[in-house]
């Protein structure tokens, strides 16, 4: 990958599955210390974030400016909405996570992991 100066993060909901999330803003932060870190969640979810000192500017998804520029985007929300956050910035490289959705598993499944 080339090098990594700017660095968009988005998790819009779910306070543990943000909080969950920074472990890997102090990897990435290690592996490209250069970079700006950015971090789109939703406003009831900003004040999590505006004190660690690995994240450069939050953002809500109707305050990211359209037209960002970032090297690496990291979606953990994966779903519409975010894909959509993604089409708005121009982003060099998008890395999503991809979760599996236990809802759709068939019963059959369920009992084997049970």
Known sequence: MHRVTAVLFIRLSAIGD????????????????????????????????????????CYTPDTLPPGSSYDLVVDLQNNARSRSIVRRVHAGKVVRYRKRNWKKWSAKDRKSVV
């Not at 999330?21 to 406003?43: G, M, V, W």
């Open 18 to 57: 943000i909080v969950l999330s920074t472990p890997l803003l102090r990897e990435l932060a290690t592996a490209f210390p250069e970079a700006r870190i950015s971090f789109c969640t939703k406003a009831p979810f900003i004040d999590l974030l505006t004190a660690n000192p690995r994240i450069e500017r």
